[in-house]
């Protein structure tokens, strides 16, 4: 019986499996849909749907620089055990790859990509990590940058991964723009900037904070007794003094360079730039920290013994 591409989509629907195994499972089973799933089943292959649904908190945030591309990403797991596997890091250098090549406009796009150095997908290969590892693994978000000077960093075994994307003029030390680079990502790593600089701050946080301190700023001059009015006026300039502190804390450039607390990050690019003859410019970051935002699943352990037991 013979089988057709829409065949081989339906039953992709049906059991969450790879395009490839679909097919072969159609053509073992000759076009039977049926015979198709209970082949996917007999294998194996089917079973990999069933950790679908299962909470990936942990995993990896992977930072590197393919061909002059930048490219950070995350790829989850269920268990920290697992991030640690060979197979598991060996994946997501994969997928990382494949952004790079690619240049896929969003995670379902790259799931479709060539995994690199086979003819899966990068989907395909996915469920197949699913079987062999034996815990859910999804490919969660991804960030690539085409052009300039790209600067990689990942901490703690791939806790965080950085991108430091910099515009280099007039500067033929591409050893010491590397480790300029280098310091910066990890100045991001530990200190979390949220933004590039105070013109990056988005509106609808930047009223959020001034609204925050003057609320702040003005219960602190109800405390000491002032009059109604003067407590007003004084908390409205308090407000100007906490928003530069609000900018030191959430934007890169603003921010005390780790190295050298005297001076900001900005600053410190420019003296480098300065010493090396000539610009350097941070044009933009991107900082992942694995399972940021992803609530943890809470086992009860006695409870899952229990149900071992009955």
């Given at each position: 019986?013979?089988f057709?591409?829409?065949?081989v989509?339906?039953?992709?629907?049906?059991?969450?499996?790879g395009?490839?195994?679909c097919?072969?499972?159609?053509?073992e089973?000759?076009?039977?849909?049926?015979?198709?799933?209970?082949?996917?089943?007999?294998?194996?292959?089917?079973?990999?749907?069933?950790?679908?649904?299962?909470?990936?908190?942990?995993?990896m945030?992977?930072?590197?620089?393919?061909d002059?591309?930048?490219?950070?990403?995350?790829?989850?797991s269920?268990?920290?055990?697992?991030?640690?596997?060979?197979?598991?890091?060996?994946?997501?250098?994969?997928v990382?790859?494949?952004?790079a090549?690619?240049?896929?406009?969003?995670?379902?796009?790259?799931?479709?990509?060539?995994?690199?150095g086979?003819?899966?997908t990068?989907?395909?290969?996915?469920?197949?990590?699913?079987?062999?590892?034996?815990?859910?693994?999804?490919?969660?978000?991804?960030?690539?940058?085409?052009?300039?000077k790209?600067?990689?960093?990942?901490?703690?075994?791939?806790?965080?991964?950085v991108?430091?994307?910099?515009?280099?003029?007039?500067?033929?030390d591409?050893?010491?723009?590397?480790?300029?680079?280098?310091?910066?990502?990890?100045?991001?790593?530990?200190?979390?900037?949220?933004?590039?600089?105070?013109?990056?701050?988005?509106?609808?946080?930047?009223?959020?904070?001034?609204?925050?301190?003057?609320?702040?700023?003005?219960?602190?001059?109800?405390a000491k007794?002032?009059?109604?009015?003067?407590?007003?006026?004084?908390?409205?300039k308090?407000?100007?003094?906490?928003?530069?502190?609000f900018y030191?804390?959430?934007?890169?450039?603003?921010?005390?360079?780790?190295?050298?607390?005297?001076?900001?990050?900005?600053?410190?690019?420019?003296?480098?730039?300065?010493a090396?003859?000539g610009?350097?410019?941070?044009?933009?970051?991107?900082?992942?920290?694995k399972?940021?935002?992803?609530?943890?699943?809470?086992?009860d352990f006695?409870?899952?013994?229990?149900?071992?037991?009955?």
């Amino acid at each position: 019986m013979a089988f057709t591409a829409n065949d081989v989509k339906v039953l992709r629907e049906m059991t969450g499996c790879g395009m490839m195994d679909c097919k072969r499972a159609l053509t073992e089973s000759e076009g039977d849909m049926d015979k198709a799933v209970a082949y996917l089943r007999e294998h194996g292959l089917a079973a990999a749907q069933k950790k679908a649904g299962r909470i990936t908190a942990e995993g990896m945030a992977y930072a590197e620089v393919f061909d002059g591309v930048g490219v950070v990403v995350e790829v989850n797991s269920e268990t920290d055990f697992v991030a640690k596997n060979e197979m598991f890091t060996g994946f997501v250098a994969s997928v990382a790859e494949a952004v790079a090549t690619n240049a896929p406009q969003d995670v379902g796009a790259l799931l479709e990509c060539k995994y690199p150095g086979g003819e899966t997908t990068i989907a395909e290969q996915q469920q197949e990590m699913i079987l062999v590892i034996g815990e859910n693994i999804s490919v969660r978000r991804f960030v690539r940058y085409p052009s300039g000077k790209n600067v990689p960093y990942v901490h703690a075994g791939g806790k965080i991964g950085v991108i430091v994307n910099l515009e280099v003029s007039g500067i033929s030390d591409d050893e010491a723009v590397t480790e300029l680079g280098k310091d910066i990502a990890m100045q991001i790593a530990a200190m979390r900037p949220q933004y590039l600089d105070a013109a990056s701050v988005e509106a609808g946080d930047l009223e959020k904070e001034k609204e925050i301190q003057f609320n702040k700023a003005l219960e602190e001059n109800r405390a000491k007794d002032l009059p109604e009015e003067k407590a007003l006026m004084i908390a409205e300039k308090m407000v100007k003094g906490r928003i530069n502190k609000f900018y030191e804390d959430v934007c890169l450039l603003n921010q005390p360079y780790v190295k050298e607390a005297q001076v900001t990050v900005a600053a410190h690019v420019q003296q480098v730039a300065k010493a090396l003859g000539g610009t350097i410019e941070v044009k933009a970051f991107t900082r992942f920290e694995k399972g940021e935002g992803i609530e943890k699943r809470q086992d009860d352990f006695a409870a899952e013994v229990a149900k071992m037991v009955n």
